[in-house]
């Protein structure tokens, strides 16, 4: 492991924070973007959070964005339950230093809840 992916991984293990993973089941309807249908619970990774300015989440219409390790299992779709709060992953982009992933990159949008 390069020095970059090593501290990389210190500085999320180093937020103490965790998400739990639910991953849309195989039977799951999607319509219009939401999904219908049972998730089926995944691992708790560590996770380092970062709201996004307002701005920001106005033009991306993302809320968030995340760093985990390069071995989770996370995909896009998949939702993540951190500290109480469920976000959908938008986007998951691994990011490479001299030929080694370091980490992933999420883009992530929280979950609205209906009343």
Known sequence: MNHAATDMEAMIRGTGLFATVYRPGADVQRFGGSV????????????????????????TGNDAKASVLPTADV???????????????????????EGTVINQKLALRRERVSS
């Open 75 to 97: 995909l896009e779709d998949d939702f993540l339950d951190i500290s109480g709060t469920r976000f959908r992953v938008v986007d998951c982009l691994p990011i490479y230093m």
């Open 36 to 59: 219908e249908g049972p998730l089926v619970r995944g691992d708790s990774i560590p996770v380092s959070l970062g709201y996004l300015a307002p701005k920001e989440a106005v033009e």
